[in-house]
């Protein structure tokens, strides 16, 4: 697998390295995988602005259990 770019590095892809041959004479040239990484993968997630959950202070019941051992 290689990473490419179009000259402006508007259009960043992850081909094959069949493909990465093909486009090399189209006019892309290759990347390091960190620009796919930044560009493609991690722009694609959406950012949640979902607030947390709020913990609960509840003790669980292993912990319990040895509160109650322990006296």
């Known amino acids: 697998m290689k990473c490419m770019a179009n000259q402006d ?3 960043v892809i992850r081909v094959s390295n069949d493909k990465a041959e093909i486009l090399a004479y189209e006019g892309f040239h290759y990347v390091e995988k960190s620009v796919w990484k930044e560009k493609v993968r991690d722009a694609e997630q959406p950012v949640s602005d979902k607030p947390m959950k709020a913990k609960s ?3 669980s019941k ?3 259990r040895h509160l109650r051992r322990s006296k």
């Open 62 to 64: 292993s912990a319990k």
């Open 9 to 11: 590095e508007s259009v």
């Open 57 to 59: 202070n509840k003790m």
